[in-house]
């Protein structure tokens, strides 16, 4: 679970900044109120997206046995979770001048600020924690089982089963609806009061992404948004992230260390490989800016 919240912690920008898109301007309001202390890293109100990132090709890399288990299995990894690096790069693209100034980018202040939030989030963990060990301490006895020997024992149900397919509410933007029909969930017309769209889970849907996968997506974002994987780790240690050290231990586990950058002529030959003989990184992303 702490590892799955860490590979979440390098998608909070991009969810939290759908609205900031290539050319619009971007209202604080239209942010959720988490991530209203992360505004003032865009810079200005009006965002600009970089042209392009590293040219990726231009470099050589060796060939493979793509035979081999282990390529090919990586291969379906890439394959499948790279339609959610296309729709997160979209999102993060405008923030690529930031993880390249880097932490320095970021006002004391606010690290403070994130800090003290962080620090009383964990200490009302801890209190609710102590309030439910006490309230289950003090609950009564449960009642004694009915004897076997009592008879006319009736039994009423109401309704049918009242487990069904679950329902949220998104942000009518491009990016946000097809990251989440990415994770499952259907689009639909109805809107509610906020102009939200209403999304329905797909109760067949088996795409959900493991912990190895999710750690192969952020690899694969730092591909496309360069310095994103180095200013995460700095930023998690100066608002002293719970529990990053285990989240860094889990992602080494899985292959996919989070304060390795993507090299693509090195240990990531392989991926990149894969990348270039499907033309991944020449496909159209399945959302864009509006």
Not at 197 to 218: C, I
Not at 226 to 231: I, R
Not at 257 to 281: F, M, Q, S, V, W
Request: proline letters at 6%; one cysteine or more; a negative charge.
């Amino acid at each position: 679970m702490a590892a799955a919240r860490g590979a979440c912690f390098f998608l909070l920008l991009g969810i939290g900044f759908s609205g900031a898109m290539q050319g619009q301007e971007v209202d604080t309001n239209a942010v959720p109120a988490a991530f209203r202390p992360y505004v003032h890293l865009l810079g200005s109100a009006e965002v600009i997206a970089p042209a392009s990132g590293p040219d990726w090709r231009s470099m050589d890399i060796k060939d493979y046995d793509q035979s081999r288990s282990k390529y090919q299995e990586l291969e379906a990894l890439v394959l499948k979770v790279w339609p959610q690096v296309q729709i997160l790069t979209v999102m993060l693209d405008s923030l690529r001048p930031v993880f390249l100034n880097g932490i320095d980018a970021v006002p004391q202040d606010t690290l403070l600020a994130q800090r003290e939030e962080i620090s009383e989030g964990r200490a009302e963990s801890k209190a609710q924690r102590k309030a439910d060990r006490k309230a289950r301490k003090n609950e009564p006895d449960p009642a004694p089982a009915p004897s076997d020997t009592e008879s006319d024992d009736v039994s009423v149900s109401f309704g049918g089963d009242a487990d069904g397919p679950d329902t949220l509410f998104i942000q009518d933007d491009a990016c946000m609806l097809a990251l989440q029909e990415q994770n499952g969930y259907m689009s639909t017309d109805s809107l509610d009061g906020r102009g939200y769209r209403m999304m329905v889970e797909d109760t067949a849907f088996e795409g959900e992404l493991g912990m190895k996968e999710g750690f192969l997506l952020v690899h694969l974002l730092d591909r496309q948004n360069p310095g994103m994987l180095d200013f995460a780790d700095d930023y998690a240690k100066a608002v002293r992230l719970p529990f990053w050290r285990t989240i860094k231990m889990f992602s080494r586990l899985s292959g996919y260390r989070l304060n390795r950058i993507y090299d693509p002529t090195g240990a990531d030959g392989r991926i990149e490989h894969i990348i270039r003989k499907h033309g991944l990184d020449l496909l159209d992303p399945p959302c864009s800016p509006e």
